[in-house]
């Protein structure tokens, strides 16, 4: 094995894999045992005996299986990050930052600089990952090994071809649970944020985008992902259009520093959200018909070529949804996809390529994925399955296009459920705060909330 292969990295191996390590490696339990507790030292989870046991007393790590079993059996391998490149690459993005976005862009810059705590609260099509660059190009000129993670697969994929395109000369990694690229040392690494369990202490500047976004918002072991991945000097930024209680509270304690962008790139305001209330719209697509007011705008879509998602709350409505599609409008063309679908990427690069005309969809598709000049609908935007969170980013799916900067964002419901009111609620607020942005050009808040 490569040296570089345990830069900044924990390996589970076992002993005979070890063998022909190069002598720096360093060697730590991967299941630490302190009489009746264990602890998993790759994702740092207090592990129950009874669950971890295997026989002979061994004992694994049932909370990280799906990287790879760490037990009593393995030890975890490490080599300190030495920040070994050669070359670093430098930003061949010729695009220009709006004054907005310039300003926040030189809040993250700062924020690398001094290798602090920040978030970047920006709406969605705000031009967060454009935000990046003038930071990301000073990291790298540095010799600074960086990262950009993501709780999603869809977003990483998005991500990976927008930082290439920016940074040309730049060898960049993508990891991820579905790929079958081997791993590769590179200064510049775009992942999942599971894929962080196998890191430690990697990264001078680590960023996390849709943080918080599922699994990454609930999941305890991602966040000592984090905090084990980065390095203890090193510069860590959040990233999010809909920021949890718990990262603004850290933002009121002072624990990170804040930029707050309310416009988008375009400087146009969030489309609003439309809702009727269908109390049997699930009845009737049971029967095979759509909701008379859907069966109408979907007709009028078959006639104008106008491209849609259209999200359900459960995988096990898609198939009905879609063939109650066919049967009122059999001209439009559209498939179904979630987020087991083994034909999931080629699905969504195919309503990219404008091979079809409509998604039918469940929340996979409600970030990371930009379709420009898209209307959006949701049946059963009431349920449980949508949090505010999730409709405020399935509504920013719309008007991301400078060409189409609005569009129809539309909730068909049953009731009228508190999500869909904060939601709503939630939008209002920021397009207010993005008018009074309009009036008062190029001022955007870049301080502590107090």
């Known amino acids: 094995m490569e040296k570089s292969a345990l830069y900044g990295r924990q390996l589970c191996l076992t002993p005979d894999e070890a063998r022909d390590l190069p002598a720096e490696a360093q060697k730590m339990v991967g299941i630490q045992r302190n009489g009746q507790t264990l602890r998993c030292n790759r994702c740092g989870s207090n592990l129950t005996a009874t669950m971890a046991q295997l026989p002979n007393q061994q004992y694994y790590c049932y909370q990280c299986l799906n990287l790879g079993r760490v037990s009593t059996l393995t030890s975890l391998y490490h080599i300190p990050e ?13 695009g220009k930052l709006t004054s907005q976005q310039a300003e926040c862009a030189e809040r993250v810059r700062t924020n690398f600089e001094q290798r602090g705590r920040h978030l970047l609260w920006a709406v ?214 979630h987020s087991t679908d083994p034909e999931r990427l080629e699905k969504v690069q195919r309503m990219r390529d404008h091979q079809v005309q409509f998604l039918v969809t469940t929340t996979i598709l409600e970030r990371g994925v930009t379709l420009p000049g898209i209307d959006v609908i949701v049946l059963g935007a009431d349920d449980s399955i949508f949090s505010t969170a999730a409709l405020v980013q399935i509504a920013g799916r719309v008007g991301r296009s400078r060409d189409r900067p609005d569009g129809l964002v539309w909730f068909l419901c049953a009731s009228y459920a508190r999500t869909i009111k904060n939601a709503r609620r939630q939008i209002k607020l920021v397009n207010q705060k993005g008018r009074r942005l309009q009036r008062a050009m190029p001022i955007v808040s870049s301080e502590h909330s107090s």
């Open 124 to 337: 969605t099509g705000a031009g967060k990952t454009e935000m990046l660059f003038p930071g990301l190009a000073w990291a790298l000129s540095q010799g600074l090994r960086c990262a950009l993670a993501s709780p999603r697969v869809d977003v990483c994929l998005e991500l990976a071809p927008s930082l290439q395109a920016a940074f040309q000369d730049a060898e960049i990694a993508l990891l991820h649970g579905r790929s079958d690229e081997p791993y590769r040392y590179c200064q510049l690494t775009i992942c999942t944020t599971h894929q962080l369990l196998r890191f430690r202490s990697a990264f001078d500047v680590l960023i996390i985008d849709e943080v918080d976004a599922f699994p990454f918002a609930t999941n305890p072991r991602l966040h000592y992902a984090v905090n084990q991945a980065v390095k203890p000097n090193g510069a860590l930024l959040y990233m999010t259009a809909t920021p949890s209680r718990e990262l603004l509270r850290q933002v009121r304690r002072r624990q990170l520093s804040i930029s707050y962008l309310p416009l988008r790139f375009h400087q146009h305001l969030l489309p609003t959200i439309k809702v009727s209330l269908q109390p049997h719209w699930w009845r009737t697509i049971t029967r095979g018909q759509l909701p008379p007011c859907l069966r109408r705008k979907l007709t009028a879509y078959a006639k104008s070529h106008q491209r849609f998602l259209l999200f359900v709350p459960r995988v096990a409505q898609l198939a009905q949804v879609k063939a109650a599609i066919e049967r009122a409008v059999p001209t439009l063309n559209g498939l179904t996809v």
């Open 82 to 94: 030495p920040n070994e490149f050669l070359n670093y690459p430098t930003c061949s993005w010729q």
